[in-house]
């Protein structure tokens, strides 16, 4: 409030600066916000409100209705995905850090030989198209017997977000003054107990972020889980559910859907954010 | 606690030698300064000591312990680092307990060393602040106090004082110096300060090239420098340097200048009477040259010359004054007042024989030097 108050008291200068960055802020909440308002809107809207006949379509449904909502609710199928995606989506984050932290460190740490070859051979599973490597990686997951596994999807999502881990990773681990690390090894600490007490600490706003990459990659993915799970309905995630809902009536099942599977990331997103605070690591070295 | 020997290091990247066979005895309890030019080796050395740099050649013995191959965490070395490197993530406390912790020292123990280190550095009150919520002299105190409680063998420190204002040095000189008179651990302390070196140190390690030029006492290391080098290093204004040829006036030898015959004391006349001929190198310390009002008794060994003022230097309660003799020698030296020193006047200076350095030119040694004493 003291921000409007204030104002009075300011120069013209600096009130039309303010206004410009209002302006600015009301413009990207929109952009943010709209998407999520349309969204929003169709799933509790009733059917006339939809299909208009000709007329526009309203800005705010005529008879707001949650009963969609209650219809998916009420369907045990939509737990369960629910539960897999969620189940999925923890565990890809977990396999992904606890491989992908310690190899960032030390690919990142460390002038090991053969580190450009290595980075290059993580890099380049990010090189093809989901769709192109999918078929042979099936086949290899199937010949292993990871298909139709929760293992196998778990493992199909953490190969596609350990490049990211990795990457983001050795930044996160890069920043780190060196001196640091002398200094606990100085102080009588081996390089585990470093890594786990000094480097991971300071890492955690860049792991952070990663961590929300990787929930949001394993959530939004489709065509491995596809193919891993084919044939097993009980084990598809919600990126599958949704795509059997195309023709579904009524026609606001798909929006509910998508509002169902976008809070779980808002929830893991403000989760985790709270630790991507920046100058954590300000005052070490003056 | 326990005694430093470092025999014959050995330490080069790529083609650079950082240390050159170099050999350095510490005592138990010493308090030694490493002192030498940016990028000498200083902080090389002392990585190498604490483990956190591979040597070469040669061995690092500490306590009668053979400590060369010994990886960092294994030593019993503590070390303060030029930017303090506390971890930014802990508190005060954590930071200072944290190497007791790894050590599994009982939580009661732990307590103790922390009350203790924090009484004497004065930090109470400080515990649960980040790093980065305390001053630039707490942080300095902090370093020092998470090294002193784990009782090493030896604390090192690498220019811990260089981020200081020159007043939180000065009583950070004296505290340094107090901590070290109560908890008597060996110390290594590395600086391009020269007075921080002088003022604490009982022996001062002068490192020139990977090498060391001079082993000594402080007041030794500025009054009989061995070296050339040293000469020059030690001592602020740097020490005028003239080239000389040993002669022989009347009963007593001295030194035949650009700027004029300097007499020496009888006893070093005496040491150089055979050396008839020989070219030196002669270093006069600018303080050692008096401007004539300021000698109330002039002595026999005092050399009188004629200068022109080229530059006056105003440092403070001094003036550094740079004049020209007629042959065209450039004469740096002090005064305590600056009135009527302007440049152009001609003045008369005063050289006291007896404060004069003379260096052999080729070898770089000070050529009273007897078997590495002088
Ligand atoms: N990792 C390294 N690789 C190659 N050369 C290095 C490395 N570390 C230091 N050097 C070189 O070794 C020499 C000594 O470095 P060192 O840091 O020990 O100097 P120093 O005496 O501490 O200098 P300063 O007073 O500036 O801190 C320098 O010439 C430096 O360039
Ligand atoms: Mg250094």
């Known amino acids: 409030?003291?921000?409007?108050?204030?104002?009075?008291?300011?120069?013209?200068?600096?009130?039309?600066?303010?206004?410009?960055?209002?302006?600015?802020?009301?413009?990207?909440?929109?952009?943010?916000?709209?998407?999520?308002?349309?969204?929003?809107?169709?799933?509790?809207?009733?059917?006339?409100?939809?299909?208009?006949?000709?007329?526009?379509?309203?800005?705010?449904?005529?008879?707001?209705?949650?009963?969609?909502?209650?219809?998916?609710?009420?369907?045990?199928?939509?737990?369960?995905?629910?539960?897999?995606?969620?189940?999925?989506?923890?565990?890809?984050?977990?396999?992904?850090?606890?491989?992908?932290?310690?190899?960032?460190?030390?690919?990142?740490?460390?002038?090991?030989?053969?580190?450009?070859?290595?980075?290059?051979?993580?890099?380049?599973?990010?090189?093809?198209?989901?769709?192109?490597?999918?078929?042979?990686?099936?086949?290899?997951?199937?010949?292993?017997?990871?298909?139709?596994?929760?293992?196998?999807?778990?493992?199909?999502?953490?190969?596609?977000?350990l490049p990211y881990v990795i990457f983001i990773g050795m930044g996160a681990f890069e920043t780190i003054p060196h001196e640091l690390e002398d200094q606990a090894s100085v102080m009588g600490a081996n390089r585990f107990q470093t890594f786990y007490s000094v480097l991971v600490p300071l890492a955690v706003p860049g792991l952070a972020a990663a961590a929300i990459y990787t929930f949001l990659l394993s959530w939004d993915e489709?065509?491995?889980?596809?193919?891993?799970?084919?044939?097993?309905?009980?084990?598809?995630?919600?990126?599958?559910?949704?795509?059997?809902?195309?023709?579904?009536?009524?026609?606001?099942?798909?929006?509910?859907?998508?509002?169902?599977?976008?809070?779980?990331?808002?929830?893991?997103?403000?989760?985790?954010?709270?630790?991507?605070i920046a100058g954590i690591s300000s005052g070490s070295i003056k | 606690m326990a005694d430093v020997v470092l025999k014959s290091l050995m330490k080069r990247y790529a083609n650079h030698v950082v240390a050159d066979r170099l050999t350095l005895t510490i005592n138990d309890g010493e308090f030694v300064t490493l002192l030498g030019p940016s990028g000498c080796g200083k902080t090389t050395l002392l990585r190498m000591i604490a483990g956190l740099e591979k040597v070469d050649e040669g061995e690092i013995v500490i306590g009668g312990r053979r400590y060369t191959d010994l990886p960092a965490q294994k030593r019993n070395c503590a070390m303060v680092f030029q930017s303090y490197a506390l971890f930014p993530h802990m508190t005060v406390r954590n930071n200072i307990i944290f190497g007791l912790r790894l050590k599994k020292v009982a939580p009661i123990k732990i307590e103790q060393k922390l009350t203790w280190a924090m009484n004497m550095l004065h930090l109470k009150g400080l515990e649960e602040r980040l790093p980065r919520q305390i001053s630039g002299g707490q942080r300095q105190r902090v370093a020092l106090a998470r090294a002193l409680v784990l009782d090493p063998d030896v604390l090192l420190l690498d220019e811990p004082l260089s981020n200081l204002d020159a007043a939180l040095r000065e009583t950070a000189i004296e505290e340094l110096k107090n901590i070290h008179r109560k908890v008597g651990t060996t110390i290594i302390y590395v600086t391009h300060n020269q007075i921080e070196a002088m003022t604490m140190s009982e022996r001062i390690a002068l490192l020139n090239n990977g090498r060391i030029e001079q082993y000594d006492t402080p007041r030794q290391l500025y009054d009989h420098p061995a070296t050339i080098f040293t000469a020059e290093f030690v001592g602020s204004p740097s020490m005028n340097f003239f080239k000389g040829e040993i002669s022989i006036e009347g009963r007593t030898a001295g030194v035949r200048t650009s700027i004029g015959f300097l007499r020496l004391n009888k006893d070093r006349s005496q040491r150089i009477m055979s050396m008839e001929g020989k070219e030196v190198t002669v270093g006069i310390r600018p303080q050692n040259i008096y401007y004539v009002e300021h000698v109330a008794q002039r002595r026999y060994t005092d050399a009188n010359i004629e200068l022109v003022i080229e530059l006056v230097e105003n440092m403070g309660d001094r003036s550094l004054i740079v004049g020209k003799d007629s042959g065209g020698t450039l004469v740096r030296f002090m005064v305590t007042r600056e009135e009527e020193l302007l440049p152009g006047r001609t003045m008369r200076v005063f050289i006291d024989g007896r404060s004069i350095h003379l260096f052999d030119p080729l070898l770089k040694l000070n050529i009273f030097r007897r078997d590495g004493t002088i």
């Open chain 1, 1 to 161: 409030m003291k921000f409007f108050c204030s104002s009075a008291q300011r120069s013209p200068m600096a009130v039309s600066k303010r206004i410009i960055w209002m302006t600015g802020i009301l413009l990207a909440m929109l952009i943010i916000l709209g998407p999520i308002y349309l969204l929003v809107k169709y799933s509790i809207s009733d059917g006339p409100s939809i299909t208009t006949g000709g007329k526009p379509i309203p800005f705010w449904p005529l008879h707001p209705t949650l009963s969609v909502y209650g219809y998916l609710f009420s369907d045990r199928h939509f737990y369960a995905v629910l539960g897999n995606s969620v189940l999925i989506a923890l565990m890809t984050v977990a396999c992904s850090m606890l491989l992908g932290v310690p190899a960032a460190y030390i690919l990142g740490r460390y002038k090991i030989p053969g580190r450009r070859i290595v980075l290059l051979g993580i890099i380049s599973v990010r090189l093809f198209p989901d769709i192109a490597s999918v078929i042979p990686i099936v086949e290899f997951f199937i010949f292993v017997g990871a298909h139709q596994t929760y293992m196998g999807v778990i493992l199909s999502h953490t190969l596609l977000a």
């Open chain 1, 222 to 276: 489709f065509i491995f889980a596809y193919f891993l799970t084919f044939g097993r309905q009980e084990m598809f995630t919600l990126t599958l559910y949704l795509n059997g809902l195309k023709y579904a009536e009524p026609q606001n099942l798909l929006a509910a859907t998508s509002v169902c599977l976008s809070i779980p990331v808002i929830a893991f997103s403000m989760l985790v954010q709270r630790y991507m």
